[in-house]
């Protein structure tokens, strides 16, 4: 299982490219980009990291703070919530919750 995730990160990270063609609804705002490549942009993507999109914000913004409290253990969400602000984690969070596929 723990060999398989590198696989499948970098999977995702090259289909994660292929909605980038299209134009986008609506903006994403700074840093949204960087969570499609481990949570996919699309249903039919099958990745280890579960899928952000369409997605309640306030169940996004609970699990980034508990990630970066440190109150819910993580492999990688950790180091990566401590990287974003309050501010920009309900952007992050109201913008993957408008998307739908
Ligand atoms: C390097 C890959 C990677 C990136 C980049 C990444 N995540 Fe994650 N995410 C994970 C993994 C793996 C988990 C499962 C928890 C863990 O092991 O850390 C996770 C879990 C989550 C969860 C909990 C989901 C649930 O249903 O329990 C949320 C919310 C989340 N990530 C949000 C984000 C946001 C927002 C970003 C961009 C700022 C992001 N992630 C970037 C890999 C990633």
Redesign the pocket.
Known sequence: MIAR?PIA?SLATIAAFAPMSQSPAQEAPA??A??????AAAKSVET???R?IG?APA??IA??QA?KSGA???????R??K??SDD??KA??AW?GAQKD
């Open positions: 995730i990160i840093g949204a960087a969570c499609s490549g481990c949570h280890p990291a579960p952000l997605r169940d996004v699990a980034m990630f819910r253990p993580a492999t990688i969400m950790d990566i919530a990287g974003f920009e984690i992050i969070a993957y």
